[in-house]
């Protein structure tokens, strides 16, 4: 199978520089948003994380396309064992300075998430600004039964989407997503594509008076059918939340999706 878009060009330096406060200038340097628009601050994602999952000091989670480290490193603070997985070297060389900045300890490893490299492992697993989603969809079930693989007996799974009927409502075709004084910007041209459910994007990275492009794309989903998904995944006792952590409805920006494994709970 073929990559639907190019990961590395998109998750980059040219990232962090829009959506990442600079390295140093917080206890925890990636201060976020880590998406744009994101609908919490990153202590408020941990906590948000902590309470869903009943997160204890000693267990072990795995932050699944862990990005620039931000939940992981706030996780570890909270007292958790924590790997971080994610495929882009920046995000991860990003993410060991910002542990050792804030005196936590964190495994990050580069790898796939098609691709777990644990078995039975994790108390936890969390999947975190919308990253999940970014293959075909025989693929994206087979990261699911993945993350089943990886989870302990009685094991949970957080997963932070897009919540459909949020995102429909204030879709637009075009948008600046981040600015700077110094003219530096990124800008976005959208499409839903209706056949695939998928989300694809055309993005223009301005920076120090030159501009690329670069592609993207990602699926959209609504919650029964994600419920559905990691049900035939292994999961049971799936629930929808908001960014607040209360049952989802409509109106939330995000969709929090929790699932659990039969077996005693950890």
């Known amino acids: 199978m073929s990559d639907l878009f190019d990961a590395a060009a998109m998750y980059d330096e040219d990232y962090l520089h829009f959506f990442v406060a600079p390295a140093g200038e917080t206890e925890f340097a990636g201060h976020g948003p880590v998406v744009p628009n994101a609908a919490y601050s990153g202590e408020a994602a941990a906590e948000l994380v902590g309470r869903l999952l009943d997160l204890r000091p000693g267990m072990r989670v795995l932050d699944l396309a862990c990005g620039h480290g931000d939940l992981a490193n706030r996780l570890a603070a909270r007292g958790c064992e924590v790997t971080g997985l994610d495929s882009s070297a920046v995000f991860l060389d990003r993410a060991r300075t910002d542990a050792a900045a804030a005196g ?10 098609r691709r777990i490299p644990w078995t039975g492992r994790f108390d936890r697993v969390v999947n975190w600004s919308t990253a999940f989603g970014y293959f075909d969809d025989d693929t994206n079930r087979a990261v ?123």
């Open 144 to 266: 699911l039964r993945g993350i089943v693989g990886a989870l302990r007996p009685g094991g949970r799974l957080a997963m932070d989407l897009d919540n459909l009927p949020s995102f429909l409502a204030s879709y637009s075709p075009s948008r600046v997503v981040a600015a700077r004084e110094d003219g530096d910007m990124l800008v976005d041209r959208y499409r839903l594509n209706a056949l695939t459910g998928r989300f694809e994007a055309e993005r223009t990275v301005v920076r120090n008076g030159r501009a690329r492009r670069t592609q993207f794309v990602k699926r959209l989903f609504g919650f029964p059918e994600i419920r559905d998904w990691l049900l035939a995944a292994g999961f049971t006792a799936v629930t929808g939340h908001g960014e607040d952590g209360q049952p989802l409805t409509a109106e939330h920006q995000r969709m929090i999706v929790v699932a659990g494994l039969p077996g005693d709970r950890p």
């Open 104 to 113: 936590v300890s964190v495994e990050y490893v580069a790898g796939d998430m």
